[in-house]
């Protein structure tokens, strides 16, 4: 009766420019009776609300009538429109029901459609797009013998493992756990495995925190200008930066910049440090960056960990300690090499705070890159009572993509495409295409189980917490898990965005969450059948790197087969036990895990497979 869904019937597709005029279409049958049909546009930021009636342009196919209505550009911001229409007696609704459209009486039954508009200079990194990412966690990665940890400030709290296959300590084997036991994993050791890399095709690496501090995540910072002795010297990471630049491999820090190290420079606790910390004194230079309750051993710390006290964002000194464009720290770690930052915990910063991690991290390049760490769509968050603007063009140029990681980990699982396809077109149709051809697509991080341990339970939370030190998958579960996560690095590698692996999972690493998802790299224990597989998958995808930069488009949803468009190559997943015809495309198998058949009519998908063709 009528039809209507943004992605088929707004234009331009997706989030639009603040230069770009936009027009709503709606297909309506012709013996559909009204009086007037308006769209009631909402500004979110500024409360304006504007209405204007659609009219009739012509008829189309199947008795329907199209009626349209165009709107000259929207100002910067986020918007929420739904359409009216109007009867004898009543106005009726036209809300958004998983994008599609349904006519209800009750305005509060559905929710309005979003519509982002964005800065037209917004721009992100091109280096990046159509790349692939590679996440290690520094300490667990591997230990070169060519580099002597010298003695750092606490070495008297830490714990040096000899072993690297030690299982880390936690809170369910040790009694006053701290996480200051280390493998002592170093630059070098990463160095060392830079052909690795090249197989894989990596151009990016993203590093958790490497700047020194007490505990192994080394969140909690006890110094902004030193890297913790334990990786190496200053000097030795400006030569790693510049050795993996010359082989097209950029770095991306970590920056932790909500909290710092209560055992740091600026707290100073435990007085491990010549500086007059906050703790110490009221009269530190950094007393005013934290917030006390009662002096000095009450004060606000993250999430109550008092390890980690939490800085005043909006503080005008601890601002331009991080931010100043030639002082501060953001300018000092890419004055040694780096290419871009990720951002830990995005949500808890202020705009103005984000505003200037923009301006002074593009201000001497460019083509520095902005990762926010936030689990949700980043364009509608809401965060400490107030709407983010992370993707209007003046804060953020990716995220890590965490709602397309539990789509996919949900759609290999469980199938269903129709509800998949919701979850990734919700996004196409939301992001800025800057910030869409950015997104940084994993499957696992440090902060979540490994990707083959979530494949191979039904919930792992549900296993208990005293097995799960040591917990070894049986050959069942393993295997399960393991075609799973071909299915599903398959789309992790051929959505829109940049895939990032977190280290090990394409050797076959499991693990629950912290500290058992940030094991020691696995060297003498490589899966070579599930490696194999990621590096055929990187390697189709470096050569056509170019199709993955931009574009997508879904072209079948069907039960639990899914196929999509990057350009001219046609990525689809079967994931049922059937066979599915796709009608209308045929061309060359570029990769696949079963045997696929192109026809001049259409493509043949085998059962339980992926498969890429590059469409003639």
């Given at each position: 009766?009528?039809?209507?869904?943004?992605?088929?019937?707004?234009?331009?597709?997706?989030?639009?420019?603040?230069?770009?005029?936009?027009?709503?279409?709606?297909?309506?049958?012709?013996?559909?009776?009204?009086?007037?049909?308006?769209?009631?546009?909402?500004?979110?930021?500024?409360?304006?609300?504007?209405?204007?009636?659609?009219?009739?342009?012509?008829?189309?196919?199947?008795?329907?009538?199209?009626?349209?209505?165009?709107?000259?550009?929207?100002?910067?911001?986020?918007?929420?429109?739904?359409?009216?229409?109007?009867?004898?007696?009543?106005?009726?609704?036209?809300?958004?029901n998983l994008l599609n459209a349904e006519l209800v009486h009750d305005e509060h039954s559905y929710t309005d459609w979003q519509l982002t508009v964005y800065d037209k200079n917004y721009k992100t990194p091109n280096w990046y797009k159509g790349s692939i990412m590679y996440q290690i966690f520094p300490d667990r990665f591997k230990k070169s013998d060519n580099?002597?940890?010298?003695?750092?400030?606490?070495?008297?709290?830490?714990?040096?493992?000899?072993?690297?296959?030690?299982?880390?300590?936690?809170?369910?084997?040790?009694?006053?756990?701290?996480?200051?036991?280390?493998?002592?994993?170093?630059?070098?050791?990463i160095e060392e495995e830079k052909n690795y890399f090249k197989q894989l095709n990596i151009e990016s690496i993203y590093l958790n925190p490497i700047m020194e501090s007490s505990e192994n995540h080394r969140y909690s910072?006890?110094?902004?200008?030193?890297?913790?002795?334990?990786?190496?010297?200053?000097?030795?990471?400006?030569?790693?930066?510049?050795?993996?630049?010359?082989?097209?491999?950029?770095?991306?820090?970590?920056?932790?910049?909500?909290?710092?190290?209560s055992d740091s420079i600026?707290?100073?606790?435990?007085?491990?440090?010549?500086?007059?910390?906050?703790?110490?004194?009221?009269?530190?230079?950094?007393?005013?960056?934290?917030?006390?309750?009662?002096?000095?051993?009450?004060?606000?710390?993250?999430?109550?960990?008092?390890n980690l006290p939490t800085v005043i964002k909006e503080n005008k000194n601890y601002s331009?300690?991080?931010?100043?464009?030639?002082?501060?720290?953001?300018?000092?770690?890419?004055?040694?090499?780096?290419?871009?930052?990720?951002?830990?915990?995005?949500?808890?910063f202020p705009d103005e705070f984000l505003d200037r991690v923009r301006e002074t991290t593009k201000y001497y390049d460019e083509n520095s890159l902005i990762i926010g760490e936030v689990w949700e769509d980043a364009t509608n968050k809401?965060?400490?009572?107030?709407?983010?603007?992370?993707?209007?063009?003046?804060?953020?140029?990716?995220?890590?993509?965490?709602?397309?990681?539990?789509?996919?980990?949900?759609?290999?699982?469980?199938?269903?495409?129709e509800k998949f396809a919701y979850e990734i077109s919700l996004l196409v149709e939301n992001y800025p295409k800057p910030a869409l051809d950015s997104l940084m697509n994993l499957l696992s991080s440090h902060d979540t189980e490994r990707v083959l341990t979530v494949l191979a339970f039904d919930e792992p939370e549900d296993v208990p917490v005293d097995e799960r030190p040591t917990y070894k998958l049986n050959y069942e579960q393993y295997?399960?898990?393991?075609?799973?996560?071909?299915?599903?690095?398959?789309?992790?590698?051929?959505?829109?965005?940049?895939?990032?692996?977190?280290?090990?999972?394409?050797?076959?690493?499991?693990?629950?969450?912290?500290?058992?998802?940030?094991?020691?790299?696995?060297h003498d224990n490589k899966d070579e059948d599930l490696l194999s597989h990621y590096k055929k998958l990187s390697n189709f995808r470096y050569n056509h790197k170019e199709k993955f930069k931009s574009n997508f488009e879904l072209v079948y949803t069907e039960n639990n087969c899914i196929a999509y468009l990057r350009n001219n190559i046609l990525c689809v997943?079967?994931?049922?036990?059937?066979?599915?015809?796709?009608?209308?495309?045929?061309?060359?198998?570029?990769?696949?895990?079963?045997?696929?058949?192109?026809?001049?009519?259409?493509?043949?998908?085998?059962?339980r497979s992926f498969t890429a063709i590059k469409i003639v």
């Open positions: 009766m009528i039809i209507y869904n943004p992605i088929q019937n707004k234009f331009p597709k997706g989030a639009v420019t603040n230069d770009e005029n936009i027009k709503f279409e709606i297909l309506i049958k012709d013996n559909f009776f009204f009086h007037d049909l308006k769209i009631i546009i909402k500004n979110d930021f500024t409360g304006q609300i504007i209405s204007k009636s659609l009219t009739f342009k012509n008829n189309e196919k199947n008795n329907y009538n199209k009626y349209s209505v165009e709107f000259e550009k929207l100002e910067t911001g986020l918007y929420f429109y739904h359409f009216e229409f109007q009867f004898d007696n009543i106005i009726a609704y036209l809300k958004n580099y002597e940890a010298t003695i750092a400030k606490n070495e008297d709290d830490r714990i040096r493992h000899i072993d690297w296959n030690t299982v880390p300590h936690s809170n369910i084997t040790h009694k006053n756990y701290s996480a200051k036991d280390f493998l002592m994993g170093n630059l070098l050791g910072t006890a110094d902004y200008f030193k890297i913790d002795p334990y990786f190496g010297t200053n000097e030795q990471f400006k030569q790693f930066c510049t050795n993996f630049k010359n082989d097209n491999i950029r770095i991306i820090l970590d920056g932790v910049f909500s909290h710092t190290g600026y707290f100073n606790r435990y007085n491990h440090y010549d500086s007059i910390g906050a703790f110490n004194s009221q009269n530190s230079p950094y007393y005013d960056w934290f917030s006390f309750s009662n002096f000095p051993y009450e004060y606000n710390s993250w999430w109550g960990f008092d331009d300690f991080i931010n100043n464009k030639d002082t501060g720290v953001l300018n000092f770690w890419q004055n040694l090499g780096i290419s871009g930052w990720r951002l830990d915990v995005a949500d808890e809401f965060s400490y009572n107030i709407r983010r603007r992370y993707f209007l063009g003046k804060q953020l140029d990716s995220v890590m993509n965490y709602p397309w990681r539990n789509a996919i980990i949900d759609f290999v699982k469980n199938g269903n495409a295997n399960k898990a393991k075609e799973l996560l071909k299915f599903a690095s398959f789309i992790q590698f051929t959505l829109p965005g940049v895939p990032c692996i977190y280290y090990g999972d394409e050797i076959g690493m499991y693990g629950f969450r912290d500290p058992y998802n940030r094991l020691g790299f696995t997943i079967n994931l049922d036990y059937e066979a599915h015809f796709i009608k209308k495309f045929s061309g060359e198998i570029l990769f696949e895990n079963n045997k696929s058949y192109s026809t001049p009519f259409g493509i043949v998908i085998s059962p």
